[in-house]
């Protein structure tokens, strides 16, 4: 194709992180305060999250008593099932991607 070439040491993704002085990217909480609302905060995310795609039976309940009622619960019930498969797809995805940039692809994201 061309005469360019990938050295061995060389990824065509890698990207070049901040360095760990950076002021955009805070060291993670180890104890106290600080730490403890972070994990609080991630419970109640899950919480909300996860407690959202348990109780779709109750929304399906109403979507077939008021808008949707000519519809059987098999055709409603597709819309719980990809809401739960989307949350979940999503986490998937965003995991590895998490693990291989760390937070900070966000963080620089927001600024531009």
């Not at 966000?106 to 531009?112: E, L, S």
Request: one cysteine or more; proline letters at 5%; charged letters at 20%.
């Amino acid at each position: 194709m061309g005469s360019e070439s990938i050295s061995e040491t060389e990824h065509p993704l890698d990207v070049e992180k901040p360095s760990p002085d950076a002021d955009i990217i805070d060291k993670a909480p180890d104890g106290g305060a600080r730490a403890w609302l972070v994990a609080s905060g991630g419970f109640f995310i899950l919480f909300c999250g996860l407690g959202f795609a348990n109780s779709f039976g109750t929304f399906e309940e109403y979507y077939l008593t008021h808008q949707l009622k000519g519809y059987s619960p098999d055709d409603v019930a597709w819309i719980g099932s990809v809401g739960a498969f989307l949350q979940f797809a999503i986490g998937a995805l965003a995991g590895p991607l998490f693990d291989r940039f760390g937070a900070w692809v966000g963080v620089n994201r927001c600024g531009d």
